[in-house]
């Protein structure tokens, strides 16, 4: 049974940092392609990152140069750091797991079979 268990969500000041972490379980964070995904209140969800088997990654334009998607294969966890927050960061964050082929790029939330309960981050200005 896969799980994945986001965690490292808070509440913060515009300009602030956070790490979210997502903790997997019967799947290998090495294997086929990882997101992050982001929703906000009356908004579609959409990625932010992703992260292929092959260590490649890529970031959302509203994201560039201040998230960063990894992982620690030995922990069999995913993470996302974020610096600079801006009151549009707000969003509940989510990790998705698994797409078809491990296809990694320009991918939507559909494409992915695994899901995480999800992290709220809250950005005041």
């Known amino acids: 049974q896969v799980q994945l268990r986001e965690s490292g969500g808070s509440s913060v000041q515009a300009g602030g940092s956070l790490r979210l972490s997502c903790a997997a379980s019967g799947y290998s964070v090495s294997d086929n392609c990882w997101g992050w995904f982001r929703q906000a209140p009356g908004k579609e969800r959409e990625v932010v990152a992703t992260?292929?088997?092959?260590?490649?990654?890529r970031d959302a334009e509203s994201v560039k140069g201040r998230f960063t998607i990894s992982r620690d294969n030995a922990k069999n966890t995913l993470y996302l750091q974020i610096n600079s927050l801006q009151p549009e960061d707000t969003a509940i964050y989510y990790c998705?797991?698994?797409?078809?082929?491990?296809?990694?790029?320009?991918?939507?939330?559909?494409?992915?079979?695994?899901w995480g309960q999800g992290t709220q981050v809250t950005v005041s200005s």
């Open positions: 992260l292929g088997h092959r260590d490649l990654t």
């Open positions: 998705a797991a698994e797409t078809a082929f491990g296809r990694c790029l320009a991918v939507v939330a559909r494409d992915f079979r695994y």
